[in-house]
């Protein structure tokens, strides 16, 4: 996660996995905050077409700002099942030591050594060309053993009777790249050269083989003494300079800036300092966001090397670190950590504000279906009950209501609303409902109009169309009982009055959304009809309405009230009576 510098207290979670059919994939079906709820809930799954469940632990490391994933239970058939077995051994995942240089070979050991990269304030990258932070590494122990046993585990999923004959295939192709830096570092193969020199340096490695290679040597030299990300990122700048023009040496320089910046914003640590301290999670997703976009950081002091970035951003440029930053968004949207931990309200409303930001980047880096699915896992895990109980409780059964309609204007998902949708039902059956709206301290029509706001809101959802229709019932139900009680349309009755004064009342009260459908409004319409019909209506109406002698305006006037009360031109005409 990208937040402030201050520590945190270790957070955990655990998420439960399904896997369905002999080739289904694990999918993501809870997530909770204790152990033995999730045990006890992945248990409950074993069963149907269900061939296999696990509940991995996530444990928030607060130095790196990332996940540490660890299985804690597993049943059932957990790999797909395959057509043909082979008895060959799995491949190796690299063969030589430049495949460890490969875009997924740096992405691989950026996650399996997150803690040493951060501790140094260095790339993947810089690493593999300094022979001083691969000393380092090799005197750590058990650390690269870890980092090459995790790999080969991975790589023998389907024949673990090979994973010690991987582990030694990983182990000899470390050693080779290792003391490959090793030896280019003693024949001085990585050039030191200062800026300005870059780009003739770079022309001359273009035609060779391994030119990147060593190109990336010399600028890893020319970032060794630079003290924090931030630092970085401005001297990775200033080389954008001689980045220019379409010949082969500014072409390769550019795509080594490139690949460099894509890993600095890659990892949790470089981004938390480059883009400072945050006083909420959303605040830093959203700088990230202002960055990916292009926008002027809202706080400049100190950020020389971000301000630089992001106008690089906004000409488009640097597109590799453009991905990386869309995929740590991605992430971070994905990601179990709230936004705004103290108030679910806020949670929500940061949760929009981020969406609607980040839409307007949606493109070549980033795509409509990668966010929207980002989304969609975010929504799940707030509509949980232990994500809601706290929201919910504690308040009038009205305002619970309102709060569980406004998280279905904040989430997206068709199976998210639907499951939303079952926490209405309770709500508006329960005694306490109707009790609420039939107390006396607030008048009816008050009553009348609240309810009348939430049947709107209820139809303008995305629940699906059967719940909407059965909680629009209820509320109908509720609204007509407090009408009975109130005996509100009894009273416009024995109003002292013309029946002209009594139609434009009930016209006016359903502009004002006093009357839920279909009962209330059919009986205001009803009423309407029957006092157009008097005799006189349309001259009294007229003579009334008209301003100015204007009787065109008054009529159109009468027709639009009828429409919004849901009588047609047509209908409304034949009830009028002259």
Known sequence: MVIGDEKM????????????????????????????????????LISGDTIGIKVVKE????????????????????KKRSKAVSDEPPPLPCFRPDDLYSYHARKTIASLIPDFL???????????????????????????????????????????????KIIRGL?????????????????????????GGLLAHAEKLASVSDGQYLLNG??????KDTKGWDEKVVRLMLLMEEATGETPGAKLLFLCIDNLISEVLGGSAGLRELIGAKE??????MALVRLYLGLEPEETEGREGLIALTRQFKTDKLGNARIAIAQRILAEIKSFKRLCPDSVENE???????????????????????????????????????ALAPYLSGVTPDVKLERILFVEENIIGVENKRRLADYVTPVITGSNFETHYQATNVPPLQRLQ????????????GFQEKQRSEICDILDKVAANVEVKARLFDSIERKSGSHIDKAVMLLRLVNANAFTTPRLAAKARQMIMGYMGQPGFLTGYIGQAAQNGDHAAAMAGLMENLAKAGISQEVGLKAIAA
């Not at 909420?280 to 997703?285: F, H, I, L, P, Q």
Request: contains cysteine; proline residues 1%.
């Open 9 to 44: 207290a270790q957070q955990i979670h655990y998420e439960i996995f399904r896997r369905r059919g002999a080739s289904g994939s694990w999918t993501l079906v809870e997530a909770r905050d204790r152990r033995e709820d999730a045990l006890k809930f992945a248990e409950s």
């Open 59 to 78: 444990t928030y490391t607060e130095e790196t700002g990332d996940y540490l994933s660890l299985t804690i239970f597993e049943h059932g058939e957990n």
């Open 118 to 164: 951060a501790r140094h304030k260095v790339t993947v990258t810089e690493l593999g060309h300094r022979p001083d932070l691969i000393e380092r590494l090799e005197a750590t122990g058990t650390l690269l053993q870890h980092a090459i046993q995790r790999v080969a585990v991975a790589q023998a999923a389907s024949g673990e009777n090979q994973l010690a």
């Open 171 to 195: 182990h000899d192709l470390t050693t080779q790249t290792m003391h490959r830096v090793y030896r280019d570092a003693e024949k001085k193969r990585f050039v030191a050269v200062a800026p």
């Open 218 to 223: 010399s600028i890893a030299h020319y970032l």
């Open 280 to 285: 909420t999670n959303g605040v830093a997703v």
């Open 348 to 386: 929500f409303k940061m949760l929009r504000q981020i969406a609607n930001l980040v839409v307007t980047g949606i493109g070549k880096y980033l795509s409509h279906e990668d966010l929207i699915s980002a989304f969609v896992l975010r929504s799940q895990r707030l509509i949980t009950a232990e």
């Open 450 to 461: 609240q309810l009348c706001t939430l049947q709107g809101r209820v139809q303008r959802s």
